[in-house]
Structure formats: C-alpha cells, structure tokens
C-alpha cells in the first residue's frame, strides 16, 4: 500500500521521530512485555486484521478463556439461592468478585455496592426506575432530570421514566457546564432537600472526550449547577466507556451512580454489567417489583413484602448470572498479568491515539486540503482529556464529505474494522455535525434511521467514522489504518490484490489456468435480485416443461461447459448485429446465493423472478447465511440447473460433481433463517451437500432452500402509477426480483479503470469479468451510461417491469468472479465516478404473473424504457446531464 509518488502532505508519520519531538513521555507497550508475543498468543485470530472499534466491544484473551473454561470443568457452580455446598461455593465465589470490582475502582463494601445487571443500559434503567423523583405540586416544584448531550441513547431514555411520574428533563450543553464552572456557585436554599438527578459520561463515546471528573464533587456541593435549581444534587456517571481503557477512583470521585458495562474492559463476558451505589444514598432508592431472590419475608395471599437488607440482594432480581460473574474474576487476572494494570493501558492506548491523531490531521491534498475532518473537543494533549477514540469524516479534495458507509466499505477490502453512524449519541452526532433538530426529523422522513447505511441526505452527512483502540492495539494497526487512509485517498489506484486464503487450501482461489475453465461467473451485488414461485402446479409444469423441450434450453449435463459458452456469443452478435437501442444481451441467474452464476439464452419467469434465482443459500453451523464478504470462495461453486431431469448439479476445482434435486421429495424439516432482517422458511437439502461444501469451503455449512409454502413479500416502495394492491414475492434475494445494468454504463467505468492503469496498460480488466462483479440478472446494451437510472418502468414482450430504485453497491464488487480474489480498485474507481453513493444497476419488479402458460425472457428481446416523470440529472455524472434517453 506504498504511495510511490507521495507529495509533502501524503507520508506516513515516523513513529520514533514522533515521539522524540513530544513534550510528554509517550508509552508505547507493557513495561518488557513483547506487544508483538502477546499478540501471536492471546489474539492470534486477529492475524490479517485491523480491529480498531474497540469502544464498541474490546477483545477477550485467549488466556482467559483457557482459565475460565479450566475452572468450570473443574468445580461445580450450584445456583447461589441455596444452601448446597455447590451454591454456597457460588455465593461465595461471586462476593470475591464484588470485592474484586470495588478494588479495581479503588474503592470498598463499606462506601458501595454492587448491583449486577445485564448491562449498563439495565444499570441506567434501574436508577431511573427507583430513584426517588419527587412529582410537582401545590406544596414544591418538583424534581429535575438533566443529562449532558453529549451522553449514550441509553442515559437519554432516562427521560421517559422521569416523564411518567411528571419531572422534567433538562438538557445540557458541554459548553454550559463549562460555563456553569465558571460562575461557580449559585444562591440555593440549603434547607431545600427537593432530590435532582445528573447525568454525564466521564468519556464520550463519540468523541473521546474526557468531561472533569471535578464535576461530580462540584455539582453534589451546589458549587457548579448544571440548572439553577434549589435542592440536592445526585450524579450518575456513565463509566462504561471511560473504564474500558482508565482507572476510576471512587475514593476521590464518589459519583452516588456509576454504570459499567464489563464486555467494554474484557470482551467477554458480554451481557453483564454493574451499577455501582453509594451506600449512604441506597436508602433512598425505591423499589416497585420484587423477584426471586431479593425478599426475607413476604405472604402469597397478602400485601406483606418484607426486602432483604443487602443493597445487591434487594435489586437483583431473580437468579444473577452467575457463571459469567465468575468470569470477571478471571478477566481481571488476565488483564493485570498481560498489562500489569489500568494505569498502562492508559497510556500505552493514549500513545497510539495521539499519534494517529497527529498523522492524520497532518494529510493534505496536493492542493492543501485536509484529507479528514476530525471532530473532537481537546487537540489530544493528553489522556486527562482524551480518551483513546478518534472521530472523523473523510473528505475530497474540495472539502465534501465522503459518507461513512463509503469509507466502512473500503476499509473492509483492507481487512480493517471500524465503527461508522452516531454511535447510540445523537446529542454529540448533532453537535459535531452541525445537524439540526430539524434535520434529524427531515432525515427520518427521507427514510434514514439509526443504524443504517445511509450516510449523506442532500449532500449532509448522518454520521461519522470512528476508530479506537484497546490495550491490545499496536503501532502496526495505527499504521495500516493510515496507510488505508493514504492509499485509498492521496495515491493512484495501485492494481494490487487484497491478500487473502493462501492457495492449497480447501476452496482456495484457482490457479489462472483452472480460472479460464472456471464457468462464466456472473455473480453478486450487495443487495441481490430474485427467483421463481415455486408452487407452479403440475398443469403449468408440465406445459414448462413441453417448451422446454421445444427451444432445447436444457442441454444434458455432461454438455454444460459447452453449452455455457453460447450466451455470450449470441451476446456479441446481438451488439454487432444491432437489434434496436436497448436489447437483452445476457440472462443470469444465481440458483445458490453469492455462488457463481448460471448464464442462459432463455429462461423461465415466475411469480419471484426467474426460475430457480436465488432459490438456495449457504449457512454456516449456526444457520447464518453465507455472502461473498465472508466466504469468497463460494464464486467458485458452479451450479448447473436441469430442468428436465430437475435437478441442479453443483461443481467446483477439485471435487466431484454433486447433484440436489430441484423439489424436496420428502417432507424435511422446516427450519428458519434470516435474509436482509426478514424471517424465511427453509429446509436442509442434507448431509450428503452439506459434507460437499464443508469440505471445499474448509467450514461446517449447509445448504437450505426456501420453502415452497412460504411466501415472502417485498418491502413496498411503489413508484408513481404502480397499483398499491400489487405485491410482489421474493425469493432469497436481498431487495428486489431483478437487477438490471447497462453495458454503456460498464463500458464507462471500464474506461476509467483503464485510463487510471498503470504504465498505460489496456485492459485492465476485460468487459465480461468487469459485468460478472456487478451479479445481474439482466444484461441490456444502451446508448448512454447510467441511463437506466432514469427510467421508470420498462417492458420486454408482455411483460411489465418496474424500477424501484438502484443497487447501492458494496465491497463484493472487488471480488473477481473467475479466482475469488479481491482488488479495491473497481469499488474505489466507482466510488470515485459516483460521488455520493456507489450506486449501479436498477432493481426491477413484478407483481403477480398470470402463469397459466410460460413466460419466458429471452436473449435477443427489445427492451422498452419509460421515462421517469420531470427526469432531472443531479443524481448522474456531469457528462450525462444533458444527454437524451432514447425511451
């Protein structure tokens, strides 16, 4: 990922120079410790990966989980609500650990408790949920909730609890509590105990900022207020995100409220977290339900609940989680063992930040632009004030900014894991931004929700991208990062391959050789396409079947190879012969999701799409649904469909030719799996298969169809004219029956992949591989690129197609079709060309089909668009804008 022609503006910032020039000792490692050892020993199944969203989840070592499993198998943990020697070893086990808890925040039993919850999400509710709010009256003004903005969605919801009892949420600003340090303090009733909660993160988990934890004295004292309000002050701290990489000192800063989430400081367990209680204000906490577990005394027939005295034993409803409180124990052995402790990790990830930091505000353009926006509230002067996140915006070389779904997706081809959107902190998202509320609402409406890739709204980003770093990160992950960043936007594409499976292995890419017998790959976009409705009854089965025959569209199998080669013959005689502006020049369909396509001159179309697209998918052992972005490989799996024999014969480079029957002839069991968030049914089509794909893929895989009896319906996005009692069905596909693209618009992303080829090399990358990245169904020429964006509907014969929308693009494009191998370059050159989104092809559907008799889509056959109404060209390329589609 060298940039051979870097300009001042575009190097890699030294290491050691850095650090040399800094005012402060940096740390960078564990006090002798070889970083690179523990990494080789402890997370080995990083190797070839860049994790670097640690703030969401940090990683466990394999140390350990060695020594948790070691101590399951070798005790026998009762449930602790007993009197059995093996509760008795639990309940005894899991008060070590809150001891163990209370230390590492340098604290003890006798100033907190804790209460174990399953998250820092359930702490917060809990808080919400019992602290004592004091409703508006005649006699007093209430209770106030106040949150800073800059806090987690989760401390947000607080105010819902505190709208149902009619107090009052406040927001505030970083800024005003800075101000409000300033003023210092305001003139307050001391008589008045009116109970008024606060609430702000030590950390933001957006930024990384590190807000004083000075406030919590100040604002319990009344000596900084975040409103003026008479009263007594409590603060909640949301400690997860600060803990993960620092040491708190409850001894100095006794926040009365401080949730922890522990997967954020070990990486496993995940689902437990603590709220930690100071003990002089539990009494005044209050409690509505009871579980098991938390009463001494109470009657079945009357109202009589006497609680237990326990501050933990009151709130912790029902049986804890017990083994994974157990854990703990042995996260913190293992993190102080590797690290020597929270002090280290400090500074050794506040290192790495820094220097990340530094380097990347030093990128510019040759016309000095910056290459990011960083979006933070400290210049990362040091770890009192910065936490080991940064937060940024990528932009072009005219300061517009790149959508994070754009930058994710690149950053995947590199191996490299970041995090992208708001981060659960809208407030923050907002500021940072300069997102109005108004926006917000304006965004929802245009269909962009939390979580999603939709990353700019006329032109204005949604979100961010965030990078952090864990006590695990090194120097060589800050480097690939920059090195990404560098590449992908100061340097010319490069051509290079992405490593990835080294050959030899089972399923590895083909040899060049094998590739060129490989069969013609035409495979999958980020959001496929379709298939047929598989109840057609016998009549119309049979009547298939008879046209079948007649056009001899299912050759025997033992003439596949041959026969494959046909489609694109006629293909080149349809371009030269010339059939009319727009034809069909190729059929595709992909009878296994992500495998390799299944090209044909004419085939049949059913209530789903054409017949057989999408019908089967492989999962992995826990039914998940393999794609290209995980498994590669599967563009090398050939299958063939037979109608006639109805049956698919699968093939791959180095095994045997296995055949699946098209139809389930017994009744197998119907199992459930997931496609794009919808719920399908499906059935295992064996272990015969099943043993098939393992062994070439190298992982344990099964291969489901759906059901037939199961109907899944598209989501409606209807364009004008199109009937709303219209619905359409959908087989395994990710959005739409059909994907449509255009070889005009192929040939001009072609063309700019060749122009930017090094030492003028032509071709880099022939017509026919460049259209098999992009998995069409449907292969039309045209007489101007990216026209097909502009239509609304097109019909070839009697049948009627609309357009729903275009395929926005993901990283499975980079993958070449033939060997299964990646290259960044056809994603970058697209996203480059497209601007805002990688947009290319068109999604195409039906409504129902009248399948009385066959319908067929044929290569050959003309295809008429219409036009979109008021047809603008601000979505196109400027070269566009002003051409005529020929409807």
Same mark, same amino acid.
């Given at each position: 990922m060298a940039c051979e022609d870097a300009h001042p503006g575009a190097e890699l910032l030294d290491f050691t120079q850095f650090r040399n020039s800094s005012t402060q000792l940096l740390v960078y490692g564990y006090d002798g410790r070889s970083l690179p050892e523990l990494r080789a020993r402890e997370f080995g199944r990083l190797?070839?990966?860049?994790?670097?969203?640690?703030?969401?989840? #940090?990683?466990?070592?394999? =140390?350990?989980?060695?020594?948790?499993?070691?101590?399951?198998?070798? &005790? *026998?943990?009762?449930? %602790?609500?007993?009197?059995?020697?093996?509760?008795?070893?639990?309940?005894?086990?899991?008060?070590?650990?809150?001891?163990?808890?209370?230390?590492?925040?340098?604290?003890?039993?006798?100033?907190?408790?804790?209460?174990f919850t399953a998250g820092s999400t359930a702490a917060l509710k809990l808080?919400?949920?019992?602290?004592?709010?004091?409703?508006?009256?005649?006699?007093?003004?209430?209770?106030?909730?106040?949150?800073? #903005?800059?806090?987690?969605? =989760?401390?947000?919801?607080?105010?819902?609890?505190?709208?149902?009892? &009619? *107090?009052?949420?406040? %927001?505030?600003?970083?800024?005003?509590?800075?101000?409000a340090e300033k003023r210092g303090a305001a003139a307050r009733d001391p008589d008045c105990q009116l109970p008024h909660l606060f609430c702000y993160p030590a950390q933001s988990n957006f930024s990384g900022t590190r807000y004083p934890l000075s406030w919590i004295g100040e604002v319990q004292s009344g000596q900084t207020c975040p409103v003026s309000a008479s009263g007594q002050w409590f603060v909640l701290l949301d400690a997860a995100s600060y803990v993960s990489t620092s040491s708190l000192d409850l001894s100095v800063h006794q926040a009365d409220f401080i949730p922890i989430s522990f997967y954020k400081i070990f990486g496993f367990p995940t689902g437990l977290g603590a709220l930690l209680v100071r003990n002089h204000v539990a009494p005044l906490l209050r409690k509505t339900y009871f579980g098991g577990g938390t009463a001494a005394a109470y009657l079945a027939g009357e109202d009589f609940y006497i609680p237990r005295q326990s501050v933990a034993e009151r709130f912790e409803d029902g049986t804890i989680s017990f083994l994974d409180v157990i854990a703990l124990k042995h996260g913190f052995d293992a993190l102080e063992s590797l690290t020597g402790g929270m002090e280290n990790i400090t500074q050794h990830t506040f290192t790495l930040a820094q220097y990340t930091y530094t380097a990347l505000s030093s990128l510019r353009y040759p016309n000095g632009a910056p290459v990011v926006r960083i979006y933070s509230d400290s210049d990362f002067s040091s770890p009192e004030v910065q936490g080991p996140i940064i937060n940024f915006n990528v932009l072009d070389d005219n300061g517009t900014i790149i959508g994070y779904s754009q930058v994710d997706k690149m950053a995947s081809l590199y191996n490299i894991q970041v995090r992208t959107g708001c981060f659960c902190n809208t407030g923050a998202c907002q500021r940072h931004l300069g997102i109005s509320d108004e926006m917000v609402k304006k965004h929802l409406q245009a269909g962009h929700v939390c979580g999603d890739d939709v990353d700019l709204i006329d032109g204005q980003p949604t979100g961010s991208v965030r990078i952090s770093f864990g006590y695990m990160s090194t120097l060589q992950d800050a480097q690939a990062f920059l090195r990404f960043i560098i590449a992908t936007r100061l340097c010319p594409s490069s051509g290079q391959a992405i490593p990835q499976a080294a050959p030899g292995e089972a399923g590895a890419p083909l040899a060049e050789s094998e590739a060129q017998n490989a069969v013609t790959a035409t495979v999958s976009r980020c959001r496929?396409?379709?298939?047929?409705?598989?109840?057609?009854?016998?009549?119309?089965?049979?009547?298939?079947?008879?046209?079948?025959?007649?056009?001899?569209?299912?050759?025997?199998?033992?003439?596949?190879?041959?026969?494959?080669?046909?489609?694109?013959?006629?293909?080149?005689?349809?371009?030269?012969?010339?059939?009319?502006?727009?034809?069909?020049?190729?059929?595709?369909?992909?009878?296994?999701?992500?495998?390799?396509?299944?090209e044909v001159t004419r085939w049949p179309v059913g209530n789903q799409g054409l017949l057989y697209d999408r019908s089967w998918m492989v999962v992995n052992h826990n039914g998940i649904c393999l794609s290209q972005k995980q498994e590669p490989r599967l563009c090398l799996i050939q299958p063939f469909i037979d109608l006639q024999q109805r049956i698919m014969v699968i093939k791959a480079t180095g095994m045997d030719p296995i055949e699946v029957p098209l139809e389930n002839g017994e009744q197998a069991p119907i199992c459930q799996s997931k496609v794009c968030a919808d719920r399908v049914n499906t059935y295992d089509c064996g272990e015969k298969i099943s043993s098939w794909l393992s062994k070439f893929l190298g992982r344990p895989c099964h291969l489901i169809k759906q059901s037939s009896d199961f109907q899944r319906n598209a989501k409606k996005k209807h364009s004008k004219g199109q009937s709303d009692d219209t619905t359409a069905t959908l087989s395994l596909v990710?959005?739409?029956?059909?994907?449509?693209?255009?070889?005009?618009?192929?040939?001009?992303?072609?063309?700019?992949?060749?122009?930017?080829?090094?030492?003028?090399?032509?071709?880099?990358?022939?017509?026919?591989?460049?259209i098999s990245r992009f998995r069409a169904n449907i292969i039309t020429n045209g007489t101007s690129a990216f026209e097909e964006e502009k239509?609304?509907?097109?019909?070839?014969?009697?049948?009627?197609?609309?357009?729903?929308?275009?395929?926005?693009?993901?990283?499975?494009?980079?993958?070449?079709?033939?060997?299964?191998?990646?290259?960044?370059?056809?994603?970058?050159?697209?996203?480059?060309?497209?601007?805002?989104?990688?947009?290319?092809?068109?999604?195409?559907?039906?409504?129902?089909?009248?399948?009385?008799?066959?319908?067929?889509?044929?290569?050959?056959?003309?295809?008429?668009?219409?036009?979109?109404?008021?047809?603008?060209?601000?979505?196109?390329?400027?070269?566009?804008?002003?051409?005529?589609?020929?409807?």
């Open positions: 190797a070839g990966t860049v994790y670097l969203d640690h703030a969401g989840a #940090t990683l466990f070592p394999q =140390s350990q989980l060695t020594s948790f499993t070691r101590d399951l198998t070798e &005790n *026998v943990y009762g449930n %602790p609500h007993s009197q059995s020697i093996s509760s008795k070893l639990t309940h005894d086990t899991v008060e070590q650990v809150r001891y163990r808890i209370l230390a590492h925040f340098h604290t003890s039993p006798e100033d907190y408790s804790v209460i808080v919400a949920e019992a602290f004592p709010w004091v409703s508006p009256g005649q006699e007093s003004s209430g209770s106030l909730f106040c949150y800073l #903005t800059d806090s987690h969605t =989760s401390v947000v919801g607080m105010r819902m609890v505190a709208k149902s009892v &009619n *107090v009052p949420s406040i %927001p505030v600003r970083p800024e005003d509590m800075w101000s496929p396409s379709s298939q047929e409705d598989t109840r057609t009854d016998s009549r119309v089965w049979s009547d298939l079947l008879t046209a079948m025959d007649a056009v001899g569209l299912c050759p025997p199998v033992l003439e596949a190879n041959r026969m494959q080669q046909t489609p694109s013959e006629k293909a080149t005689g349809i371009l030269n012969g010339g059939v009319g502006p727009h034809v069909i020049t190729n059929l595709y369909l992909y009878p296994i999701k992500s495998c390799a396509a299944f990710n959005e739409a029956q059909y994907l449509l693209i255009n070889r005009s618009s192929v040939l001009e992303l072609q063309q700019q992949l060749n122009a930017s080829g090094e030492n003028g090399k032509e071709d880099v990358l022939p017509m026919k591989d460049l239509w609304d509907e097109i019909s070839v014969g009697s049948l009627r197609f609309q357009v729903v929308g275009p395929c926005h693009r993901c990283q499975m494009i980079c993958i070449d079709q033939q060997t299964g191998q990646r290259n960044q370059d056809v994603f970058q050159k697209l996203s480059e060309s497209r601007k805002r989104k990688v947009n290319f092809g068109v999604y195409l559907m039906h409504g129902s089909l009248d399948l009385s008799s066959p319908r067929f889509l044929s290569v050959g056959s003309q295809v008429l668009p219409v036009l979109k109404e008021n047809t603008g060209g601000h979505d196109l390329p400027a070269s566009e804008k002003h051409q005529d589609v020929i409807a």
